[in-house]
C-alpha cells in the first residue's frame, strides 16, 4: 500500500508540473491528443481473430466518446498480413513516421515475435492483446510489454489439468505439424499425469481426419487433446461429430472451439470442453455491461479475442486517468502498476513480467436459442495462477 501511494504522490507532482508549464507565459497550450497503432491480421482465412480484437478495442475507445483517459484519440488500424517482414515494417513507419504512443494487438506468435524488440528497443509502450510466445514473458521480457491476455502455454496447461482431475490415464493428442503446435501439446504434458498413447501430426492444412479417427478408434482412449486451430479445426469438430466417436470418448481442446469457431460448429460443438479465461456468462459488472454493448454496436456475439481487446483500450484509459492524462511514456508506466483497472474476467492483476495472474476455466459450447451458441465456462480450474515463465524475467 506504501508502494501505491508513494506512486500517486509521483503522479500527482508531474501533473502539477505539467499544469504549472501549460499556464505560464510563453507557454503554448495544445490539447493534447492520443495517437495508438493497433495492429492485427485483418486479411487472408484468419482475418477474424483480428477483427474481434479490433472490435473490442473500438468499443472501449467509443464508449470514452474517442478520448481514452481524456486525450483526444487516434487509432491508427493496421494489416500485419501474418507477415512476419512486413509486420516490422509496418510499425516502424508507425513509430517513425506516425509517432504513435502506444502499439496494441498483434494475435500471432510469429507476428509478435518479429515485432516485439524493435517496438521494446524503441521504448514505444506496447500491450499486446492474443499472442503471448515464451520467450516474450521470460528472458526478453520487457518493462515496455504488458498482455492482457495470457501466455500460449497456459491454456493448454489448463486442459492437462482438468484431464489429470478427471482420472483421465491415456490420452491421444492431435495437432498441426510444427513447432508452436509441438509446444502446446508439450504444455499439456507439463500438468497431464497420465500417458500419451499416441501423438497425431495431421499436415498443416489437411480437412479430412478419416485416417486419424480410425487411428483413435483404434486406440480407444480415454479422451482426445486437440490443439486445432481455424480452419482445420471447424473441419476436425465437424468430422468427429459425424465419427461416432463423438459421446464415447470426451473431446478436450484449446484454440479449437471457441467464440469465433462456434458461429460455424453449431450443434457440432454442444458438449465439447475447452479452456479459456474468459466467457459471455462470467458473472462481474464489467463484463455484463461489455456484452451489452458489443452486441448492441456490432450485432454478433464476441469472442476472448474481443474480451482482450477490450481490456487493453479500458486497461490504458484507466492508466491515463490515473496520470492526469499525462502520456509520457515512463509516468503512464508508473501508473499501469497501479491503475484501478476492472476487467471483464473478474479477477485480474499483473505479474512481475507484466502478463496477467487471473484465472482460467473449463468451458464448453451450449445452444442458447434455436440459432444461438455460445461458450460457457462451467467450471475454475485455475484460480490467480501465473505463467511458468515469469521465474525468468528480468526487468
Not at 56 to 63: C, D, T
Not at 173 to 190: G, H
Not at 331 to 360: K, W
Request: hydrophobic share 40%.
Amino acid at each position: 500500500m506504501k508502494n501505491v501511494r508513494a506512486r500517486f504522490k509521483h503522479l500527482a507532482g508531474a501533473v502539477l508540473c505539467s499544469a504549472f508549464m501549460a499556464a505560464a507565459p510563453g507557454y503554448a497550450q495544445e490539447t493534447p491528443k492520443l495517437t495508438v497503432g493497433f495492429m492485427a491480421t485483418l486479411s487472408g482465412p484468419a482475418a477474424i481473430y483480428g477483427e474481434h480484437m479490433r472490435d473490442g478495442f473500438m468499443l472501449a475507445v467509443n464508449q470514452s466518446n474517442g478520448a481514452l483517459g481524456g486525450l483526444e484519440t487516434n487509432v491508427l488500424i493496421t494489416d500485419d498480413k501474418l507477415d512476419p517482414d512486413y509486420a516490422v515494417e509496418k510499425v516502424t513507419e508507425l513509430i517513425e513516421v506516425n509517432g504513435i504512443d502506444v502499439l496494441v494487438g498483434v494475435n500471432f506468435s510469429r507476428v509478435m515475435l518479429a515485432v516485439h524488440d524493435p517496438v521494446v528497443r524503441s521504448r514505444t509502450l506496447f500491450i499486446g492483446t492474443s499472442s503471448g510466445p515464451a520467450p516474450i514473458a521470460g528472458r526478453t521480457c520487457s518493462r515496455y510489454f504488458y498482455s492482457t491476455a495470457s501466455q500460449d502455454d497456459q491454456v493448454h496447461e489448463t486442459m492437462g489439468r482438468f484431464a489429470s482431475l478427471k482420472g483421465y490415464q491415456r490420452v491421444v493428442t492431435i495437432a498441426p505439424d510444427y513447432e508452436a503446435a509441438r509446444d502446446a501439446l508439450a504444455a499439456f504434458q507439463r500438468h497431464f499425469k497420465g500417458q500419451i498413447a499416441r501423438e497425431l501430426f495431421p499436415r498443416l492444412g489437411q480437412t479430412d481426419f478419416s485416417g486419424e479417427f480410425a487411428q483413435i478408434d483404434e486406440i480407444s482412449p480415454d479422451a482426445i487433446y486437440a490443439f486445432m486451430p481455424s480452419g482445420m479445426g471447424v473441419e476436425l469438430v465437424r468430422q468427429f461429430h459425424t465419427s461416432g466417436l463423438k459421446g464415447a470418448i470426451p473431446f478436450l481442446s484449446a484454440k479449437t472451439i471457441n467464440g469465433v469457431s462456434l458461429p460455424y460448429l453449431a450443434e457440432t460443438a454442444e458438449g465439447l470442453m475447452s479452456a479459456s479465461t474468459w466467457a459471455p456468462n462470467l458473472d462481474n459488472p464489467a463484463n455484463k455491461r461489455f456484452m451489452r454493448e458489443f452486441q448492441r454496436t456490432y450485432g454478433y456475439q464476441p469472442s476472448v479475442y474481443a474480451a482482450q481487446g477490450y481490456d487493453a483500450a479500458k486497461f490504458l484509459h484507466f492508466s491515463l486517468e490515473l496520470t492526469g492524462g499525462i502520456k509520457d511514456t515512463e509516468t503512464l508506466i508508473s501508473a499501469m502498476n497501479a491503475a484501478p483497472f476492472e476487467s471483464v474476467r473478474g479477477d485480474f492483476r499483473f505479474n512481475d513480467n507484466q502478463f496477467p495472474i487471473q484465472d482460467f476455466y473449463l468451458v464448453e459450447g451450449v445452444r442458447r436459442t434455436s440459432t444461438l451458441y455460445e461458450m460457457e465456462a462451467t467450471a475454475r480450474i485455475f484460480d490467480d495462477v501465473g505463467d511458468a515463465y515469469s521465474g525468468s524475467c528480468r526487468m
